[in-house]
């Protein structure tokens, strides 16, 4: 079992920065990824980026490179999203998620991620 804690969420105006946490805790060995993924009201979950634990690796969403940037701090088994030029479109809850099989590529794919953190709201106001 692995346990996310996130952390970071809030209210911010457009055009301003957030960077969210996620810390992971208990079977955290091996070769995982990490990624973020974030569901707007009414709207699907969507995946944002993700990053290999072992070789730094990442992947991210097109739409999405450029603003939002993914670091792992592996000592505490911690990633981080640092998100700038936020934009309205951007207010959802934000999602951390471990992919305990990835190997060195992270994958974009939700369905390969086997755990979840609770989410944390980011509010981005105009």
């Known amino acids: 079992q692995v346990q996310l804690v996130e952390s970071g969420g809030g209210l911010v105006q457009a055009g301003g920065s957030l960077r969210l946490s996620c810390a992971a805790s208990?079977?955290?060995?091996?070769?995982?990824?990490m990624g973020w993924f974030r569901q707007a009201p009414g709207k699907e979950r969507e995946f944002i980026t993700a990053?290999?634990?072992?070789?730094?690796?990442?992947s991210s969403s097109d739409s999405m490179k450029g603003r939002f940037t993914i670091t792992i701090d592996s000592t505490k088994n911690t990633v981080y999203l640092q998100m700038v030029n936020l934009k309205p479109e951007d207010t959802a809850i934000y999602y951390c998620?471990?992919?305990?099989?990835?190997?060195?590529?992270?994958?974009?794919?939700?369905?390969?991620?086997?755990?979840w953190g609770q989410g944390t709201q980011v509010t981005v106001s105009s």
């Open positions: 208990g079977r955290t060995s091996g070769n995982y990824a």
């Open positions: 998620a471990f992919d305990a099989g990835a190997g060195y590529i992270p994958r974009a794919d939700q369905r390969r991620y086997d755990y």
């Open positions: 990053i290999s634990r072992s070789t730094g690796t990442t």
